[in-house]
């Protein structure tokens, strides 16, 4: 069985930063692309940060040159730093990872998910 456990949410005011952490736990083949998505109330599921395992990465166009995505691979780790945040960035962020299976395919594993809540 795999988990997901994120940590670092919380309450910061604008302009502030915050770290978001994910790490993989439990019977583990392969992790392939690992990411963030958010979802804030009443809008739609947003794919933040996605980084692969050699460390290729793909942004939203809205936390372009704010958020950094990194991992660590020995470790199942991906992290989110989260820089210059705004109001706007308040959600529940969640982490993902893609697992591949022994026998083939991929599996997609999700993190409990985490508020984040950026004052004015």
């Known amino acids: 069985q795999v988990q997901l456990v994120e940590s670092g949410g919380g309450l910061v005011q604008a302009g502030g930063s915050l770290t978001l952490s994910c790490a993989a736990s439990?019977?583990?083949?392969?992790?392939?692309?690992m990411g963030w998505y958010r979802q804030a109330p009443g809008k739609q599921r947003e794919l933040v940060a996605s980084?692969?395992?050699?460390?290729?990465?793909n942004y939203a166009d809205s936390v372009k040159g704010r958020f950094t995505t990194s991992r660590d691979n020995a470790k199942n780790v991906v992290y989110l730093q989260m820089n210059s945040l705004k109001p706007e960035d308040t959600a529940v962020y969640s982490c993902?990872?893609?697992?591949?299976?022994?026998?083939?395919?991929?599996?997609?594993?999700w993190g409990q998910g985490t508020q984040v809540t950026v004052s004015s």
């Open positions: 993902y990872a893609e697992m591949g299976r022994p026998q083939g395919g991929l599996t997609k594993y």
């Open positions: 439990g019977v583990i083949f392969s992790i392939g692309v």
């Open positions: 980084i692969t395992r050699g460390a290729n990465t």
